[in-house]
């Protein structure tokens, strides 16, 4: 999940007043979908999240956050592999191993104590850095934003995510919607920041996210994604 890199890029909108380009031409259809998500979230997802965090205890909140995301360097390593760079791979998957072991099955991030920095890499960002380009703005029932190449690469990285290989389908299913409910409780503390049309807000922020992520971010603010990164973690 790159949920949190992506509230920075929304954030970081917020403060610069980036106006996107809009690459939305299925706007109309995309809107209708936007309302029937909100609808769910609001009834469903969003009072769900707000119990999740008033009764669950923050070191169990950050355990299950980091349960996630060491899951996720599986993902990571193929495609830092995938992209060329190596030494990134061996990083991302030393993290796996020394959180699966020492960090007690990833609730504990023991890799970064030892220096070994985090990344958020998917099977989208590969694309995008061979090359392949976004595609326009898509709203997909209750998944949310994307777009093809994040479609494509969202198909991809299932496979490539530690999930995949549970062979029980009722574990397989609880921890992907318990996944789901720690990404939506951790937008909770930052989405009251958005302003204006909720929508056009997503669809920008979104779109300047895949390009942030395809070009690893090599022409964006980095200072401010990196302090907006230790506010949300903190």
Same mark, same amino acid.
């Given at each position: ?15 610069s =007043?980036f106006?996107l ?10 809107r209708?979908?936007?309302?029937? =998500? ?28 980091n ?8 993902d990571?390593?193929a %495609? ?10 061996? %990083? ?13 099955g ?14 958020d890499? @998917? /099977?989208?960002?590969?694309l995008?850095a ?24 969202r ?14 389908t ?22 009251t ?10 669809? @920008?922020?979104?779109m300047?996210?895949?390009? /942030? ?10 200072d401010?994604v990196?302090?907006m990164?230790? /506010?949300l973690? @903190?």
């Open positions: 999940m790159n949920s949190r890199r992506f509230t920075s890029i929304a954030l970081l909108l917020l403060s =007043n106006i380009a809009n690459d939305d031409p299925f706007e109309e259809y995309n209708k979908v936007w309302a029937f =998500n909100e609808f769910l979230d609001d009834n469903f997802a969003k009072p769900t999240a707000e119990v999740y965090t008033s009764i669950t205890p923050d070191f169990i909140e950050v355990g299950i956050t349960f996630f995301r060491n899951l996720n360097e599986l990571n390593t %495609n830092q592999l995938l992209q060329g760079r190596p030494l990134l791979a061996i %990083n991302d998957f030393s993290r796996f191993i020394i959180n699966s072991t020492i960090g007690l990833g609730f504990i991030d023991v890799g970064s104590k030892f220096g070994l920095e985090r990344h890499e @998917d /099977f989208g960002q590969t995008g061979w090359g392949v380009g976004s595609g326009p703005f898509l709203m997909i029932p209750i998944y949310g934003p994307s777009s093809p190449r994040g479609l494509a690469g198909s991809v990285s299932s496979v490539l995510s530690g999930t995949f290989a549970i062979e029980e009722d574990v397989r299913i609880g921890l992907t919607a318990l996944d789901a409910l720690e990404t939506r409780a951790r937008y909770l503390e930052v989405e920041l958005i302003i204006g049309d909720r929508y056009s807000f997503i669809r @920008d922020s979104y300047q996210y895949q390009a /942030f992520e395809s070009s690893n971010g090599e022409d964006q603010p980095d401010f990196d302090d990164d230790d /506010f973690l @903190d």
